[in-house]
Nanobody
Framework: QVQLVESGGGLVQPGGSLLLSCTAS????????MGWYRQVPGKQREVVAG???????NYVDAVKGRFTISSDNAKKQVYLQMNSLKPEDTAVYYC???????????????WGQGTQVTVSS
């Protein structure tokens, strides 16, 4: 069974930076897409950034120019470098990976448990 564990969240002042990391454990045959979502209590989870094969990335408009997503498929890791943080970035951040665990098996989304990011002075 594949599990994802996030780390790097915490409390930071406006204008500060954080690096979120997400590491997968378990048997993964192939990965086709990784990314980050965030959720504020009472609101729907929203996509923040994604990365697919070839290093193609996409970002929600609110974080473009401030956040950078990267990945290391060999290490089964995905990262989110967050700079120039704003109070409105406060949320629980979840990583995901779109994986196959066997050659002939189905693709499935796997989610982490979330890490809290709080931007406040």
């Amino acid at each position: 069974q594949v599990q994802l564990v996030e780390s790097g969240g915490g409390l930071v002042q406006p204008g500060g930076s954080l690096l979120l990391s997400c590491t997968a454990s378990g048997t993964i045959f192939s990965v086709n897409g990784m990314g980050w979502y965030r959720q504020v209590p009472g609101k729907q989870r929203e996509v923040v950034a994604g990365i697919i094969s070839g290093g193609i990335t996409n970002y929600v408009d609110a974080v473009k120019g401030r956040f950078t997503i990267s990945s290391d498929n060999a290490k089964k890791q995905v990262y989110l470098q967050m700079n120039s943080l704003k109070p409105e970035d406060t949320a629980v951040y979840y990583c995901y990976m779109f994986v196959k665990t066997t050659y002939g098996g189905p693709w499935a989304n796997v989610w982490g448990q979330g890490t809290q990011v709080t931007v406040s002075s």
